[in-house]
């Protein structure tokens, strides 16, 4: 969804679950869009076609994916997800401090990831239904601001990972936020659209 603008006054990066595709954000990216039409929403597809199901992509594999193997895994497509990043942004013409990533599930995985190795600062990240594969052991280099949103009914991911990574965040001096929705699986809810509107008006 291109900016109505002839420069984008920031970009927004929305990040799909495994098995999914970009159509399946695309309510959440059309929403955005009518409330910033200077916007830039961007919903990129995922690196691989899925292996645990017949229809969508995923950023890694999820086939045998374990506590222990999890974190390979993201590392080797970290590369790949960093320069997808960079290159978004260039192609938009905007400028890496006015970029939001905006992750569900197996990509809210990525960009927490991403945070803890990041050598460029974004504007901020949002993570909807997911969780660190390891919990931060020292203070990002970029302090990004963070904002987590997980149903308090998740059974795919627990939201206790969530509160975990809040509590490690707050405790390493990111600035972050946590919002836990009633009575939610794991999924992305209208409940949840403007708590992520919030966020973005406050580090754009």
């Known amino acids: 969804m291109q900016s109505q603008s002839p420069k984008p006054e920031a970009l927004i990066l929305i990040f799909h679950g495994v098995g999914a595709s970009p159509e399946s954000l695309q309510s959440l990216g059309e ?5 910033n039409p200077g916007f830039e929403i961007q919903i990129p597809a995922g690196f691989s076609p899925s292996t645990i199901s017949a229809v969508g992509f995923q950023w890694f594999d999820m086939v045998g ?4 193997n999890r974190p390979g895994r993201i590392q080797q ?3 790949a997800f960093d320069q997808l990043i960079k290159e978004q942004a260039e192609s938009a013409g905007v400028p890496l401090d006015k970029v939001v990533l905006l992750g569900f599930s ?10 803890k190795q990041c050598s460029v600062s ?11 594969a390891e919990l931060p ?3 990002p280099g970029c302090p990004i601001p ?23 965040l707050s405790e390493l001096g990111i600035n972050i936020e946590l919002h836990l929705m009633p009575d939610t699986p794991h ?3 209208q409940a949840m659209y403007p708590l992520v509107t919030d966020f973005i008006q406050k580090v754009i």
């Open 146 to 168: 963070v904002c987590l949103i997980h149903g308090d009914a998740d059974q795919v991911i627990n939201a206790t990972q969530s509160q975990q990574s809040h509590q490690r």
């Open 137 to 139: 052991l020292q203070t």
């Open 31 to 35: 929403y955005l869009h009518q409330l």
């Open 187 to 189: 999924t992305i809810t």
């Open 122 to 132: 974004v504007a901020g990240i949002i993570g909807i239904a997911g969780r660190f």
């Open 65 to 68: 994916v374990t506590e222990a």
């Open 77 to 79: 497509a970290m590369p």
């Open 106 to 115: 197996q990509c809210t995985i990525m960009s927490l990831e991403w945070l």
